[in-house]
């Protein structure tokens, strides 16, 4: 049985509707599609490594009341162990709004995220035991860095999800070992910004592992996945290819970054070094545009 995965973060009511296009200003658009059920990257990513045959806990925020009750009812139908840092806590559940634009798959977000939860209590160093990898997302940073620290004490590898730049990255990534980086992250102050160039993009890698972690990656979609790994003779640069996908085929984008940390934390967990990790990851992430949803693709498994 493979070890298990901690992911920690955030955790989100996800109210999705399938449209033609989106609105414009002042204008109604009927949707013809709906699904009501919990989302967020580490919420994500716990789901995907259980269906992927990892046992997953995932320490979030759901709080209580009526949309914590959806998400808490739909973690549990997915295997998930959740520990819940303010079970009492009214309202605290973020939701977030996603419009799946039909022809393309891409989709429109927006979304509460957990900012507003202050104070968190730290959460029970107990919470890894048995762990073979923790995967972070920056939300929640009180909770991420205390379980990140503890991991690290115990060799545990931490993976981050690295969607945007937050106050508390850079005190994250110092006990980080592996970054998996969005398209859109940037260093504020950085020399490099956001796009395809790979010079760039090289730049960008070396500017995050020179705040700790030794393998260093960024995913674009369907682009190369440039990767950066940190070895005793110097920096070593690859880059990974995903599977092509044919315009037709992609049915919904949603979550497909949450799928590619998930996939890549469950191959950590269960043993893989982080290229292999971040290939099953891509592989995954790729399989997962042609369903809808993030974990639709885990049906056809």
Do not use: I
Not at 115 to 129: E, H, K, M, Q
Not at 153 to 179: I, M, Y
Not at 219 to 237: H, N
Not at 255 to 269: T, Y
């Amino acid at each position: 049985m493979p070890d298990r995965l901690v992911c920690c973060g955030l955790a989100t009511l996800d109210v999705t509707q399938v449209v033609d296009r989106l609105p414009a200003p002042d204008e109604k658009v009927v949707a013809d599609g709906l699904a009501v059920t919990f989302g967020g990257p580490a919420a994500n990513a716990a789901a995907v490594a259980v269906g992927l045959g990892v046992r997953a806990t995932l320490v979030t925020v759901l709080g209580s009341g009526p949309l914590a009750d959806v998400a808490r009812a739909g973690l549990a139908e997915a295997g998930v162990d959740v520990v819940d840092l303010l079970p009492d806590a009214p309202g605290a559940l973020p939701v977030s709004t996603v419009l799946v634009t039909r022809a393309t798959g891409e989709r429109a977000v927006v979304s509460v995220n957990g900012a507003r939860v202050a104070d968190l209590p730290r959460p029970d160093a107990g919470a890894l035991t048995g762990a073979g990898a923790l995967l972070v997302d920056g939300h929640h940073p009180d909770a991420a860095l205390a379980l990140a620290a503890t991991a690290r004490a115990a060799g545990v590898p931490v993976l981050l999800d690295g969607g945007s730049w937050k106050p508390s990255t850079p005190d994250l990534l110092a006990l980080v070992d592996h970054a998996v980086l969005s398209a859109d992250f940037t260093v504020p102050g950085g020399r490099a910004a956001a796009g395809a160039d790979p010079d760039l993009v090289d730049a960008l890698l070396d500017e995050v592992a020179a705040l700790g972690p030794s393998f260093v990656a960024r995913s674009a979609g369907p682009r190369p996945v440039r990767v950066r790994r940190s070895t005793a003779g110097g920096p070593v640069r690859s880059y990974l290819q995903p599977p092509t996908v044919r315009p037709g085929e992609v049915v919904d984008t949603l979550g497909a970054g949450d799928v590619l940390h998930g996939a890549m934390a469950a191959a950590l967990a269960a043993g893989d070094d982080p290229l292999a990790a971040l290939t099953r990851g891509v592989d995954a992430a790729t399989r997962s545009v042609r369903h809808p949803g993030a974990r639709g693709w885990l049906t056809t498994r």
